[in-house]
């Protein structure tokens, strides 16, 4: 990823699932793509959370049991 002329880089993704990620960014001085040591950088973790669900789905979608007693399906 480059930068603008103004020293900036934008770096934006999303996930779908919940759970943890680590996000490192680095000047990569000698262009190996590798984090060395000497080279400037920075790590951020990101906590993502469930969302609302947006849609719940129930079955059997009828039924019919005697009232008081307790119905497995």
Not at 17 to 31: E, H, K, M, N, T
Not at 46 to 53: A, C, E, L, S, V
């Amino acid at each position: 990823m480059k930068t603008g002329s103004n020293g900036q880089a934008t770096f934006s993704y999303t996930n779908t699932r919940a759970g943890q990620d680590s996000v490192q960014i680095w000047y990569d001085l000698s262009g190996d793509g590798v984090f060395n040591c000497g080279e400037a950088g920075a790590s951020v973790a990101i906590n993502w959370t469930p969302g609302t669900p947006t849609a719940i789905g129930v079955l059997p979608t009828t039924t019919s049991a005697e009232v008081g007693v307790s119905q497995i399906e």
